[in-house]
């Protein structure tokens, strides 16, 4: 498979390690959105973070939170926007799970995930009750 998180896994494609274990490895991202961006990914191959089983999900999660520790520990920082572009339509570029975890200095513009979606639907509480209930009535 043509993954280049898979070839920095099989260390194939050097990368700045901050964290590895056996199930994930988290290193700083090549285009720093800010100091200390950082991507944590499981060590096996999942385009969509729901493709992941539970344990490899939690694996991740706990990846994440002893990273955004280091890295605030290290940087001095509180804050930091962590997310996942999951699937190209979210933007992602490289189809294999990754968490973005993006350290926010302070007094960094305090722009939210809510920025991405400037053209957004009116609130409309019926319509989110009923989508809601279709929903919960869904098997995943
Ligand atoms: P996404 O748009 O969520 O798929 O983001 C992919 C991220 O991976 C981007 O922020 C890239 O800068 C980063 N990236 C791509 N190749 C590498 C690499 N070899 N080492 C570190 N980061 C990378």
Redesign the pocket.
Known sequence: MDC?FCA?VAGD?P?ATVHEDEDTLA?????PLRPG?A?VIPKSHAQYFADLDDAAAAALTSSTRRVVRQLHATLGTTDATIAI?DGPSA????PHV?V?IVPRPDGDAPTPIHALFPDRPESDMSAITALAERIRTTAP
Not at 27 to 31: G, P, R, T, V
Not at 91 to 94: C, F, I, L, R, S
């Open positions: 280049v920095i494609i990368n290193f700083l991202d090549i285009n961006h991507l572009n933007g992602q570029e490289v990754h973005h």
